[in-house]
């Protein structure tokens, strides 16, 4: 036996299997390879518009979020005034009622203090009719007398 002819023998055997592996074994591996590596490049891609995504709709959320916030703002703003417009408004209403009532009152009291000069003068001009009939003793006339403690009156 010699070793060159059984080297030469594996050596034919050896291309054979290679090149038998090359046309029917790595095709399908390389096949299934290459899709793996399709698949793996596309859920990348998918991730990173995935991420990408997410951080525009984390930004969208922050924008929304201080939209909200503005908007709250400017609501209670709102309310704010509106209360003070309220408030305002009632201050007014009872500013005018009181100074309503204040009216009412003056001229009622104008009123009372009328009649009071009114009776006091009738009781004035009795009394002046009854002491002056004491004095004089006789019977005096109550009209001309009666004009006559009006200007009497209306000048003190």
């Keep these: ?23 029917f074994v790595w095709p399908p591996i390389i096949a299934a390879m290459a899709d793996r590596e399709k698949k793996i490049a596309d859920g990348l891609a998918a991730a990173d518009r995935a991420n990408d995504d ?3 709709a984390k930004e969208a959320v922050a924008q929304e979020l201080q939209q909200a916030k503005v908007d ?31 009216e009412g009152a003056m001229t009622e009291i104008e009123q009372e203090r009328q009649r009071a000069k009114e009776q006091l003068r009738g009781e004035l001009s009795a009394l002046t009719m009854q002491g002056a009939r004491k004095v004089l003793g006789a019977e005096i006339n109550q009209n001309s007398h009666e004009r006559l403690i009006e200007e009497l009156v209306e000048n003190w």
């Design 54 to 56: 997410l951080a525009a």
């Design 1 to 23: 036996m010699n070793i060159n002819l059984t080297l030469f023998g594996q050596m034919i055997a050896f291309v054979c299997f290679v090149v038998f592996c090359m046309r």
């Design 72 to 102: 709250a703002a400017g609501i209670v703003d709102a309310a704010n005034k509106r209360a003070s417009q309220i408030l305002d408004e009632a201050k007014e209403a009872a500013l005018s009622e009181a100074d309503r009532l204040k």
